[in-house]
C-alpha cells in the first residue's frame, strides 16, 4: 500500500510468513507441503519479502528452510524472526549464526520461549536490554537491519534506540483482537503513541501478528508510515478458502480425464 505522508510517499512492504505452512508439513512427518514453495509461491505474487521464524525445537521453520529460502529471496527480503537469547540446540545453529548463513536482510529480535504458542509480548528493559546492546552490534555487523519486538503502548522507545537498534515491530495481536470484537479504538491509539515514539527517535517502524485483510486497511489508515507488515496465519488461512475451490476442480477435472481415457472402463471391470 502507497501512503502519503507529510508530503511524501510511503510503501508499506509486505512480508510473507511462511511458518504456517511448516506446522502443517512437520504434523505428517513427510516433506509436503513446503515452505520453499509456499515463498516461491508468494514472491511470484508479488510480495517484497518473506519471514521465517525459526525456534529452537523446529517445531515448524527448520534451519534448512532458512537456507533454502535464503536462496530464492532475489531482490526481495529475507526477515528472519527469533529469540536472540536462545542457545544452539541439536540442528539449531543460533539465531546469530542463521543470520550470518541466510544473510538475511532484517533481523526480528522476539523474546518467546518454548512453551510460548507465539510471540505475544516484548523485551523487559531491566533484565534484557543491558544483553541486547552487545547482541544488537554483532547482528548489525552481519549486515542485517534490527528490528525489535514490541508491546503496543511500549514506552522505552528511546531506551532501545540508545540500543542501536534500526527499526520496532509493534504487535498488532491485541488491535486485532480488538477488532474483531468492534471496540479497537484504544488498542490502536496505543499502536499509533508506540509508532510516534520511535518515529520521534529516528526509528522505523514495522508491525505484526493477526494482521488480515479485514482489519490492515484500518492499521494503515492510522499509521501512514508503516515500513513493513508481517503477515502469515491469517493470510494462509484467507488462502485455504480463496484456493480450495480451484484445486478442487483441478482433482475433478483429473478423475474425469481418467475415466475418459481409452481402456479406463475394461480396467475398471478387470479390477
Do not use: W
Request: overall charge negative; charged content about 20%.
Amino acid at each position: 500500500m502507497v501512503n502519503c505522508f507529510g508530503g511524501r510517499f510511503v510503501v508499506t512492504l509486505l512480508s510473507v510468513n511462511v511458518n504456517k505452512v511448516a506446522v502443517l508439513r512437520n504434523s505428517r512427518g513427510a516433506e509436503e507441503p513446503r515452505p520453499l514453495t509456499a515463498a516461491a509461491c508468494a514472491l511470484a505474487a508479488g510480495c517484497h519479502g518473506i519471514t521465517v521464524h525459526p525456534r529452537p525445537d523446529q517445531r515448524h521453520i527448520r534451519a534448512t528452510d532458512v537456507l533454502q529460502i535464503a536462496g530464492i529471496v532475489g531482490q526481495a527480503e529475507l526477515n528472519l524472526e527469533g529469540n536472540p537469547f536462545a542457545a544452539a540446540r541439536d540442528e539449531y545453529p543460533g539465531l546469530l549464526q542463521l543470520v550470518r548463513q541466510s544473510r538475511a536482510a532484517q533481523v526480528t529480535l522476539v523474546p518467546d520461549a518454548d512453551a510460548q504458542i507465539t510471540s505475544d509480548h516484548g523485551f523487559d528493559r531491566d533484565t534484557d536490554f543491558p544483553r541486547l546492546q552487545a547482541m544488537i552490534r554483532e547482528y548489525k555487523a552481519c549486515g542485517a537491519r534490527t528490528s525489535v519486538f514490541v508491546d503496543p503502548g511500549c514506552t522505552v522507545i528511546a531506551e532501545l534506540a540508545g540500543c542501536g537498534v534500526d527499526r520496532i515491530e509493534i504487535y498488532t495481536g491485541p488491535f486485532a483482537l480488538a477488532y474483531a470484537s468492534g471496540a479497537f479504538e484504544r488498542e490502536l491509539d496505543a499502536c499509533v503513541v508506540t509508532a510516534d515514539r520511535a518515529r520521534e527517535c529516528g526509528l522505523g517502524v514495522n508491525a505484526g501478528h493477526d494482521l488480515s485483510q479485514a482489519n490492515l486497511a484500518t492499521l494503515l489508515q492510522a499509521i501512514p508510515t508503516l515500513a513493513e507488515v508481517s503477515i502469515g496465519h491469517a493470510l494462509f488461512a484467507e488462502a485455504l478458502y480463496a484456493g480450495l475451490g480451484v484445486t478442487v476442480r483441478n482433482y475433478l477435472d483429473i478423475i474425469r480425464r481418467c475415466a475418459s481415457a481409452p481402456g479406463a472402463g475394461g480396467a475398471r471391470q478387470s479390477a
